[in-house]
């Protein structure tokens, strides 16, 4: 970006952090009814019932907010989707199987302020025409379950939840579903599978949930993040949330900072920060070793250099850079972290996780993590690294879902951009990260 | 005669008893071999070799479990949705997924037991070994493993002397632990993590982690960093299925981390707010024109 030699024309007059999502958490009990209430909780539900849910969809149209699951579809468009009201039943599933390597807003989300995501479940819910809501939370972390299924009761004893809501004669339910620990759960798809009592193993697209979702009926499945944007833009409008971010990208982001910086934490900034200026929010690098390479937006988009510190982090800027934003999942790594032992225990990560309906990814993502192996422990060659380069290549875009995508994504971009330290590592100019004993057994 | 086995193969491949292992007491990689022949001296197709079995407990589903799993049927349209919440429904009685488990839950549901026990086989935390009173997860994908998440792992599988999934201590005994090594538990800003029973211990070290499953091994319950109270790993699954415990100390258990906080209390320290919202809402877009 040196060259850009116009200045952004976004978040001017904005301070560093703007924090929106995480405003309430603070607060004390802030996970609690009575605390959201005191902070004006539950009045964007108010104001939402007074509309048409078509022009809620409206709305959320212009109001320009992208999923915050990792894709970066428009979330008004998803739901303008669905197809007419028919004689099926429309559901709104929510996701919050957040397992995506480095990806840790939803599940604070869910622990410090709950009730703002089940106000976006009726909202999203009303808006859509929906009188059934699923929250899908994964299964290794019992606390936001635990917090999400209290605020769901707690909702429904105040008249938010369950028959005409409010006095509007609008009935909703919602149904908190644990997951049992499976990554691939996270694509939509496969959720859905998973949710009706299968394999969470994806499906094939079209039809897309919006016509055929879940029990094949229409659906819409948002990210927490998501669903707990949509009360801010309901009380704030659209002229309000735009201030935040680019036009393209606009709004708040939870952005997660983790790895080799002095505080790692959640800092939720307007859309277009950039990493150097969230690094520096952050209390710069761990004992000021630089920094060597990062994840944009988890470990399944292209790893970015110290070239890419000044990237605004929106879905178009980091795309034109070469990566993608992903969950803004910033995962920081020093000048003492080694690029093929990182990719290595990710392609791991990818084999251990492919679900194994369709044989580029489950074969694929084996034979990566078997050569990554053989890199990292010394018994690499230079013939080796092309394997990998050839195997990735012959996964992406070739697998049933972007699982393998990604999984070929860390892979070739760690070798396009760092594949020096692969050739070093294989011809023994630097020493082999890991030994055979330190490698943990696959399962 | 099984597709593809000779005469002489037959009396030679040795199959598992899947009930050997729990008579023995040993784990999964130990366990005795016996042979195994079904009616008219072939082996059933369940019984093929290398395939681990489900236990056969003889356990029974009382009448509490039962009105449970009724109240998870309802919470579905469709009942087959119920067969996550009721795989976890089955660990809190057993422990682990037995087969009269999968039979428990294929009978209420009407579906095969082949179909329970494929959606039991996929998901990680569903355990066909008995796990121990704890279950301690330990995050080694990349960013707790370079933090010292594979240090910490490599201290317990030698503390406990035991592997991925394998329990220190009789399952079901007090103190006994199971260990295993998870993929990313979505807490990397508090890196390295485990959790036991599915409750959060940020930023363990080596040593922290050693003293945690000594306790653990004493019967002690150290209080996690994030979660409510330890109980158990059948408790923690009573949870998952959708039990809560209407225990206020659960539910306000701590929650907050200096990390989880950052943002919002340099924001707060500096005084930086997002822009106010305007005070009253601004009116909806008209109604999109009907194409």
Redesign the interface.
């Known amino acids: 970006m040196a060259d850009d030699t116009t200045a952004p024309q976004f978040n001017v007059g904005?301070?560093?952090?703007?924090?929106?999502l995480?405003?309430s958490?603070?607060s004390p009990?802030s996970?609690?009814r009575d605390s959201y209430e005191q902070l004006g909780g539950y009045g964007?539900l108010r104001?939402a019932i007074t509309?048409?849910p078509?022009?809620?969809v409206?709305?959320m149209k212009?109001s320009g907010l992208r999923g915050r699951g990792g894709a970066g579809f428009p979330t008004g468009l998803k739901w303008s989707f669905l197809p007419p009201l028919g004689a099926k039943?429309r559901y709104l599933v929510v996701n919050g199987d957040?397992?995506?390597?480095?990806?840790?807003k939803?599940?604070?989300l869910m622990?410090?302020d709950p009730h703002l995501l089940v106000e976006g479940c009726i909202i999203t819910s009303y808006a859509i025409r929906s009188h059934?809501c699923v929250i899908y939370i994964?299964?290794?972390?019992?606390?936001p379950?635990?917090?999400v299924?209290?605020a769901v009761?707690e909702a429904y004893a105040a008249g938010y939840l369950g028959k005409n809501i409010l006095g509007t004669g609008y009935d909703l339910d919602i149904?908190?579903?644990?997951?049992?620990?499976?990554?691939i759960c996270g694509e939509e798809t496969a959720l859905l599978s998973?949710?009706?009592?299968?394999?969470?193993q994806p499906r094939l697209k079209p039809p897309f949930p919006a016509v055929e979702g879940l029990?094949a009926a229409p659906t819409v499945v948002n990210n927490v993040e998501t669903i707990a944007s949509v009360p801010?833009i309901?009380?704030?409008?659209?002229?309000?949330y735009r201030?935040?971010g680019t036009d393209k990208s606009p709004g708040?982001k939870?952005?997660?900072?983790?790895?080799h910086v002095e505080?790692?934490?959640?800092?939720?900034?307007p859309l277009g920060t950039t990493l150097r200026q969230l690094i520096d929010?952050?209390g710069g690098m761990k004992d000021g070793i630089p920094i060597k390479f990062w994840t944009p937006g988890g470990?399944s988009v292209p790893l970015f250099g110290d070239d890419k510190l000044d990237v605004p982090l929106d879905y178009d800027d980091v795309a034109a850079a070469g990566s993608l934003l992903g969950t803004t999942?910033l995962?920081i790594?020093n000048q003492t972290?080694s690029v093929p032992w990182?990719v290595a225990?990710?392609a791991d990560?990818y084999r251990?996780?492919s679900?194994g309906k369709c044989a580029p990814c489950r074969e694929g993502t084996a034979w990566m993590s078997k050569t990554l192996r053989r890199i990292i422990t010394g018994r690499g060659t230079l013939e080796d690294i092309d394997t990998l380069e050839d195997t990735a290549h012959n996964i992406f875009g070739r697998a049933f879902c972007a699982l393998g995508d990604g999984a070929a994504t860390s892979v070739s971009s760690a070798i396009q951009r760092f594949r020096q330290e692969f050739v070093d590592m294989v011809t023994g100019v630097t020493p082999a990260p890991s030994t055979q004993a330190?490698l943990?057994?696959m399962? | 005669m099984t597709r593809g086995m000779t005469e002489s193969a037959k009396t030679a491949v040795h199959y598992p008893d899947p009930n050997a292992a729990m008579v023995a007491g040993t784990t999964r990689s130990g366990a005795t071999t016996t042979a195994f022949w079904g009616e008219g001296g072939r082996p059933t197709l369940e019984h093929r070799a290398d395939v681990p079995q489900y236990r056969v407990t003889g356990v029974t589903f009382d009448d509490d479990i039962r009105a449970k799993a009724a109240e998870v049927i309802a919470r579905y349209p469709h009942t087959r949705s119920a067969v996550m919440p009721l795989l976890h429904l089955v660990q809190s009685v057993e422990g682990f997924v037995s087969k009269d488990g999968i039979a428990f839950v294929a009978g209420l549901l009407d579906v095969q037991e082949s179909e329970v026990s494929g959606v039991s086989t996929f998901y990680n935390m569903y355990k066909r070994e008995p796990v121990g009173e704890h279950i301690v997860s330990v995050c080694t994908n990349t960013m707790c493993a370079a933090l010292g998440g594979d240090a910490i792992y490599q201290a317990l599988r030698s503390e406990l002397g035991v592997d991925h999934e394998e329990t220190a201590g009789e399952p079901g005994t007090p103190g006994s632990v199971t260990l295993e090594h998870v993929e990313c538990l979505a807490c990397c800003d508090h890196g390295p993590v485990l959790t036991v029973n599915y409750e959060i211990f940020d930023n363990q070290t080596a040593q922290s982690a050693v003293e945690l499953v000594q306790a653990l091994r004493r019967g002690e319950r150290p209080h996690p960093t994030r979660g409510a109270a330890l109980t158990d790993f059948k408790h923690a699954e009573l949870e998952l299925a959708g039990f809560l415990d209407d225990d206020a100390a659960e539910v306000d258990a701590p929650s907050a981390s200096p990390q989880s906080l950052r943002g919002v209390q340099l924001a707060s320290d500096r005084g930086w707010t997002a822009p106010a919202m305007p005070e009253t809402p601004p009116a909806f877009p008209p109604l999109p024109e009907k194409k």
């Open positions: 904005l301070d560093p952090l703007t924090p929106v995480t405003r958490w603070l009990r996970w609690r964007a104001t509309a048409q078509e022009q809620l409206e709305l212009s039943p957040e397992s995506e390597p480095g990806t840790c939803d599940i604070p622990m410090a059934y994964r299964g290794e972390l019992i606390h379950i635990r917090r299924r209290s009761k149904v908190v579903h644990a997951g049992a620990g499976a990554y998973s949710l009706e009592g299968f394999r969470g029990y801010s309901i009380s704030g409008g659209v002229d309000w201030k935040f708040t939870i952005f997660s900072l983790s790895g505080r790692p934490g959640q800092y939720e900034a929010l952050a470990s999942a995962q790594f972290a990182a225990r990710w990560f251990h996780e679900c330190d943990i057994e399962h």
